[in-house]
């Protein structure tokens, strides 16, 4: 009956033994309540026995049907006989609430005893002492011994025992400790270490809960851990009217208030929908895709990776995002805002986003096809139709879902249109960038991206490669200075392998050649050297090329439309 060891601390603090010799497997146990002490009964057991009253004997059925839900062990009332032995004695000379046996090798029955001399088993209102003193000793009978180093008749076992951290009833029925939010309401089920425990023991019990369920929770919920075996499954805090803390990922807790961590949810266990109350909650979703329906209060999202829809309600709310918000694609419509980036989150009623790196009003967003500029870098994301889009100031992107040969890019005016297979015309101002599902496109050809261009030619005598060009222009993105990027062309290995070493004049007759395509003339020739030979850079006078009108002019029939480049990180 001993059980082996799973080497997962959270079980093997619990799981002591088991009535199978191999964890896993499924069990029925057969349980009575004794009418007078058994045969094998020791003087303390049969101190002052009293059969169980009727109010007892249906609150261990309930006890006992809480451990069947959460794994596979059947119960079966006999008249005689039970591997389960159930009845109360006298044991206030130890003031104990109840203790139990645990099974053991060649043990055909293990009993429990409440003491009938506390009132508290008498009574057993859910959240109250008397429930999770039955919980408490019947996980006993199982096989679960306590997870701390403490003591108690019938159940003195070694370790290993839960850190200080987890050894309180949040975690485990088992435990004689409480947490620091304890507000005295008692675990109504098995809770997290325990159900893990018992289902390494004896399997999970898969049929349970198999639907759509809802799990409703008010302010005043006493201790629980959810079990619940498939299904679209809904946390509804609605009736809780102070402030709340929701995590939704299996293993987490939340709190109905007060710093409380009273709702737990079992390992393995999906909840897809929750939704919250008036007094603003603070709610982590999780990967599997969630949907939240908020109340009037401030509620704080943090989303996960999987496709949610948020509808915060009322109040200020914040939508919380991990990554940078340049790695997130945002397209916001009058009725709400959508966030690729992190699965895609459709989100309304919120009125902040909030990155690792900023925080983002969404009053302050575009209105998709609308186009009202901005001053920040904005990432539009392309939608179906015929758009116009203004990007305002700052370096912005508008990305298209497509590829880059399913769309033309034509300068017009002082923009640009792009038109699609469909026949679809968008048209931008002020949008820097445009990315496809299979390289991009640079439109600030008077910025960073046509000054690199001007780099290729000048330097190198060439059109940039299409990584090249992505490269420099995303560190000049960053800050590079553009003497910087000009000093390391003129620098590069490509540079010294193609030209060896210049002297001054030989360098400005190279920068005639590559940029003007002409033999510099005497006087242009003699005022470049001087001005190199009183401290100018070669970078600077690189520039003084790339960047002159003439040059400028020049190469404008070759990137009017746009520069192809590779992106680069």
Same mark, same amino acid.
Request: proline letters at 5%.
């Given at each position: 009956m001993m059980s082996m060891s799973s080497g997962i601390n959270s079980i093997d603090a619990l799981a002591y033994s088991s009535w199978n010799s191999v964890p896993g497997t499924a069990v029925t146990l057969t349980y009575q309540f004794l !009418?007078?002490?058994?045969?094998? +009964?020791?003087?303390?057991?049969?101190?002052?026995? !009293? +059969?169980?009253?009727f109010a007892q004997q249906q609150a261990t059925r309930a006890a006992l049907n809480a451990w069947a839900n959460v794994a596979n062990v059947s119960f079966v009332? *006999?008249?005689?006989? &039970? !591997?389960?032995?159930?009845?109360?004695?006298? !044991?206030?000379?130890?003031?104990?609430?109840?203790?139990?046996?645990?099974?053991?090798?060649?043990?055909?029955?293990?009993?429990?005893?409440l003491n009938n001399r506390g009132y508290y088993n008498s009574v057993f209102t859910a959240g109250t002492f008397g429930p999770a003193v039955l919980l408490h000793e019947i996980g006993?009978?199982?096989?679960?011994?306590?997870? &701390?180093?403490?003591?108690?008749?019938?159940?003195?076992?070694?370790?290993?025992?839960?850190?200080?951290?987890?050894?309180?009833?949040?975690?485990? *029925?088992?435990?004689?400790r409480y947490s620091s939010a304890f507000n005295n309401r008692y675990d109504t089920t098995p809770m997290l270490y325990d159900i893990q425990a018992i289902q390494y023991l004896y399997g999970a019990n898969m049929s349970y809960h198999t639907g759509d369920d809802v799990y409703s929770f008010g302010s005043s919920q006493a201790p629980v851990c959810i079990w619940d075996a498939g299904g679209n499954n809904t946390f509804d805090f609605s009736a809780c009217f102070g402030a709340t803390q929701i995590d939704l990922h299996a293993g987490a807790f939340s709190g109905t208030g007060n710093g409380l961590a009273n709702v737990s949810i079992a390992y393995n266990v999906t909840i897809r929908t929750v939704v919250t109350g008036a007094g603003g909650s603070?709610?982590?979703?999780?990967?599997?895709?969630? *949907?939240?329906?908020?109340?009037?209060?401030?509620?704080?999202?943090?989303?996960?990776? &999987?496709?949610?829809?948020?509808?915060?309600?009322? &109040?200020?709310d914040t939508v919380v995002f991990s990554g940078f918000y340049g790695n997130y694609a945002i397209v916001r419509t009058v009725d709400q805002v959508r966030v690729t980036g992190q699965g895609t989150d459709l989100l309304s009623g919120v009125e902040v986003l909030q990155f690792a790196d900023k925080r983002v009003n969404v009053s302050d967003l575009l209105l998709a096809g609308q186009g009202g500029p901005s001053n920040g870098n904005d990432i539009f994301t392309a939608m179906p139709g015929n758009e116009f889009i203004d990007g305002g100031l700052g370096l912005d992107t508008l990305v298209y879902s497509s590829a880059r040969g399913a769309s033309q890019i034509r300068a017009s005016g002082k923009g640009y249109t792009v038109t699609d297979a469909s026949g679809s015309v968008d048209v931008l101002t002020g949008v820097e960038r445009v990315l496809f599902s299979d390289g991009a496109v640079a439109l600030d050809i008077d910025g960073a991206s046509g000054q690199i261009y001007r780099l290729y030619q000048g330097a190198l005598n060439r059109a940039p490669d299409s990584a090249g060009q992505g490269y420099w222009t995303w560190a000049m993105d960053r800050g590079l200075a553009l003497v910087s990027a000009a000093a390391s062309f003129a620098g590069s290995p490509e540079f010294i392998n193609r030209y060896g070493a210049l002297d001054d004049t030989q360098y400005v007759t190279l920068l005639y050649n590559n940029v003007l395509h002409r033999a510099p003339d005497d006087a242009g020739l003699a005022w470049h050297v001087g001005v190199l030979h009183t401290g100018l850079s070669r970078a600077a006078e690189l520039l003084n090329f790339s960047e002159s009108p003439e040059f400028q002019a020049s190469v404008a029939a070759l990137v009017g439309n746009g520069i192809e480049y590779t992106p680069y990180g």
């Open positions: !009418q007078s002490p058994p045969r094998d +009964a020791t003087s303390d057991d049969a101190k002052g026995f !009293q +059969a169980m009253s009332e *006999v008249t005689s006989g &039970g !591997q389960l032995r159930f009845g109360t004695n006298d !044991q206030s000379a130890d003031n104990s609430s109840g203790y139990a046996y645990l099974p053991e090798p060649g043990v055909a029955a293990v009993d429990l005893y006993h009978t199982l096989g679960l011994k306590h997870p &701390g180093n403490y003591d108690s008749a019938g159940s003195s076992v070694d370790g290993p025992f839960l850190p200080t951290a987890t050894d309180n009833t949040d975690y485990s *029925v088992m435990s004689y603070t709610v982590t979703l999780n990967d599997a895709g969630n *949907v939240m329906k908020g109340g009037s209060g401030a509620d704080v999202v943090r989303v996960g990776a &999987g496709d949610d829809i948020i509808n915060t309600g009322d &109040g200020i």
